[in-house]
């Protein structure tokens, strides 16, 4: 098989839209996490920054892997516990978060702190994915984090380049 990023980007993309999430969901949480910092800023500028962290492999290469874990947990192809563990969205699980983490990375440590307030607060689309992860046999227990790191790396993009 041929590692070709610009397809796999597609991929990535094409997955997450698959799973009820749109680049410009992802660009309002940025622009609600940055709004009261420039009076300027806009959505476009938001969506461009998006667009910009899903260039990055390590980024793509974790939509990837968080999507494939929900999707094979509602298809039952994760033993249990883990299963139910996935399902029921254990808050001690944590592992979600982490593999979030290698998306905020990529931006240094302002897009830590605005991956854990946007996670605490369940901002925009976060909120929705995250009820809607609640409905028996759904699990977007990897695809709520995967949103919020994308949407912090690309606030913290926008802090160091404005
Ligand atoms: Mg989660």
Do not use: W
């Amino acid at each position: 098989m041929d590692f070709d990023y610009d397809i796999i980007r597609k991929k990535a993309i094409a997955l997450l839209e698959e799973r009820g999430v749109t680049l410009l969901d992802i660009a309002n949480i940025t622009y609600l996490l940055q709004q009261k910092y420039y009076e300027d800023l806009t959505i476009d500028e938001c969506l461009e920054n998006v667009e910009m962290v899903l260039n990055k492999r390590e980024v793509i290469n974790t939509v990837l892997t968080g999507i494939a874990i929900d999707k094979l947990a509602e298809e039952g192809h994760i033993e249990e516990p883990l299963r139910s563990i996935l399902l029921n969205d254990f808050s001690l699980y944590g592992i979600d978060e982490v593999l979030a983490y290698s998306i905020v990375n990529v931006y240094g440590s302002i897009g830590l702190t605005n991956f854990g307030y946007v996670d605490k607060v369940k901002l925009g689309r976060i909120g929705e994915i995250d009820r809607e992860g609640k409905a028996k046999g759904k699990c977007n227990t990897f695809l709520d984090d995967i949103i919020g790191g994308i949407a912090a790396a690309a606030a913290s993009r926008i802090a160091h380049t404005k």
